[in-house]
């Protein structure tokens, strides 16, 4: 059996440190006059205190996490911070049910972006800046879980990205302390940029930092139902694409940057890749656009180049209902839902990094069977990827396929159309927020969605930010036998 303690421990420090949080928005609601602060104390005060008792009841000195610790930890982390993102939605002035409420907390941790509420325009400044807040945390948890856990953890092809912080020596551990600290650093800096290029355009502070925060952390919770189209503003669009932009790199590369390594972004095989799918899908959506449907280039590259961004990062800001562009573009959006960002950013999807390893996979069974003989190894930033990282991308992608699969039937189940349930699965594992067709396209959102599809397909984001691979290792018996 799994020790414990050490991962309550763990659990009761996160809980510790989510009151704060709540008390700005309880300040913010005060400020405004709103009886949801009251709410806001309570939940603080609540999760303080549980996360106090968990803490001191399980606190046993020094300790290192083993393997199996890890895995659990990573799991519970992400689920215990979605059980107290909910508590404030479900006990406010939201017409809202406890599935809806968890879906929400669910998506803001995961920084999905999906949402059960309307009317945003009429919210309470509280609650949007805890939906804010709730994507801005979990995009960093995101961060540490890409460049900490999961290369620890030796799954989904991550240990491509094991740096020498992974192991267990004080002197390894030091650094990966003080790279964490770099890139917090740098995380809130780009927020705090976000927030000023905002205000200074006219945004609301409330606006600026809620969509500052979200931008960076790449989650795409917006203030307005009709999202970034709201602004109607080039220069918004252009501060938020940004920051959408830079949240889909690889943080430790841009801590290179400014230690004087301008060249450690483009030398990066993986975001030369992402880089490129960028511009190649905007460039055909484009002169589709411009060919088949009549728009004039210049009122077609950008807002294709914005949503096209915007949905390959996994943020799901929306400057327009791109769905309504023609069946062409819809289809392409619902491809490139499943690419995501890079590694050691804030996205999710499946990542550019294994669609390169797949791509010269292929190539390479290409070449051996014209060449029998021939001896031919994978690359990645011209080294060698070792046979077991191959397998475990092999693997990441044979399980998201199946999860997909198995996803889409069960949310089918439940009285959904084929449309919407397969596009709401693919949105929930790759972590994207707004789907296709007129229920959850950019539009819509998923309020008329039955509570059984909301907790499946909160289940689907969970396991789309945990790599799928860890939750399923989690879930097996053999996990709990010595």
């Known amino acids: 059996m799994t020790e414990l303690r050490p991962v309550l421990f763990v659990i009761g420090v996160l809980c510790i440190t989510a009151g704060p949080l709540m008390l700005i928005c309880a300040l913010v609601d005060l400020a405004a006059d709103n009886p949801d602060w009251q709410i806001f104390v309570l939940s603080a005060v609540l999760t303080v205190g549980f996360g106090m008792l968990l803490s001191t009841a399980t606190w046993s000195g020094p300790f290192r996490l083993s393997l199996r610790q890890g895995f659990l930890l990573t799991v519970l982390a992400w689920v215990v911070m979605s059980l107290i993102g909910s508590v404030p939605l479900y006990f406010s002035s939201l017409p809202i049910s406890y599935a809806g409420a968890f879906f929400e907390g669910v998506s803001g941790f995961t920084s999905t972006g999906a949402t059960v509420v309307s009317g945003l325009e009429t919210l309470p400044p509280g609650l949007l800046l805890w939906r804010g807040l709730m994507q801005w945390v ?102 938020l694409a940004v920051l959408m932009f830079l949240g889909a790199l690889t943080f430790p590369l841009m801590v290179l940057v400014f230690h004087g390594r301008p060249d450690a972004i483009w030398r990066d095989e993986q975001i030369r890749f992402f880089i490129m799918l960028v511009l190649a899908v905007t460039a055909v959506m484009s002169l589709w656009r411009v060919l088949a449907a009549g728009v004039r280039l210049e009122d077609a590259l950008w807002p294709t180049f914005f949503n096209v961004l915007s949905v390959i990062s996994t943020t799901g800001f929306a400057s327009d209902n791109y769905v309504a562009w023609g069946p062409f573009p819809e289809m392409l959006f619902f491809l490139i839902t499943y690419i995501g960002g890079c590694t050691g950013s804030t996205a999710g999807g499946i990542k550019p990094y294994r669609l390169l390893l797949l791509g010269k996979m292929a190539r390479n069974q290409i070449l051996t069977r014209l060449q029998p003989h021939r001896i031919v190894r994978i690359t990645y930033n011209e080294r060698i990827v070792d046979d077991e990282i191959v397998r475990s991308v092999s693997a990441f992608v044979w399980v998201f396929v199946l999860s997909l699969v198995a996803f889409t039937a069960a949310v089918s189940a439940c009285g959904i159309d084929f449309v919407t349930a397969i596009s709401a699965v693919s949105q929930a594992l790759a972590n994207v927020g707004p789907g296709i067709g007129p229920v959850i396209g950019p539009a819509g959102n998923y309020a008329t969605l039955p509570e059984a599809a909301l907790w499946l397909l909160s289940a689907a984001m969970l396991l789309g930010r945990l790599e799928v691979v860890v939750v399923l290792v989690v879930l097996s018996p053999a996990f709990w036998r010595r």
């Open 138 to 239: 979990g995009g960093l948890g995101v961060i540490a879980l890409g460049i900490v856990l999961l290369p620890f953890l030796r799954i989904s092809g991550m240990q491509l990205f094991r740096m020498e912080s992974s192991d267990v020596s004080d002197k390894a551990t030091a650094r990966v302390v003080v790279l964490l600290r770099q890139i917090t650093f740098l995380y809130f800096a780009l927020t705090v940029a976000g927030l000023f290029g905002l205000l200074a355009l006219g945004l609301s502070p409330l606006d600026a930092a809620v969509h500052a925060m979200t931008g960076i952390a790449t989650g795409g919770f917006a203030n307005y139902d009709s999202s970034i189209g709201a602004f109607d503003s080039f220069a918004v669009e252009l501060v």
